[in-house]
């Protein structure tokens, strides 16, 4: 058994410790709106906060992470109201969907680190991967999020 803290709630989990922490998110904790994308870290669907970082959750095992804080777009607010998603639905970015709650945990991590970013800064960082290529929307709402914050 591994204890992991996911948005404040411990879990039981009953899994080996080598299993990927999106399975152990999804499959044994219920929350499913961190998403399997590609499975090699590459993409960015299955983005979570780990210690307030952001990390892609298909490649960190859960062994590793007795007594981490775990945040999933689920616990990122508790009614939706997060500077960074009131920004997504200001600018409309989400097409099919898929990537966003990935992308919005990158951005929130990185709007925490860099509350000023240029474009540059945010091609440089965010990289998540929105096969529908939402990109300048998504950009418009990242300086949109950085703006909420600010207020």
Known sequence: ?????????????????????????????????????????????????????AMRSCSVPIGRLEGASITTIEGLSN???????QAWLAEDVPQCGWCQSGQIMATAA????????????????????????TYERLRRAIHRAADLMKA
């Open 1 to 53: 058994m591994i204890t992991l803290t996911v948005n404040g709630q411990q879990h039981q989990i009953d899994l080996e410790p080598d299993t990927p922490l999106l399975w152990a998110i999804r499959d044994a904790a219920g929350l499913t709106g961190t998403k399997f994308g590609c499975g090699i870290a590459q993409c960015g669907a299955c983005t979570v906060h780990i210690n307030g970082q």
């Open 110 to 133: 990185f709007l925490k680190q860099n509350p000023n970013p240029t474009d540059a800064d945010i091609d440089a960082n965010i990289t998540n991967i929105c096969r529908c290529g």
């Open 79 to 85: 009614d939706s109201k997060h500077p960074v998603q």
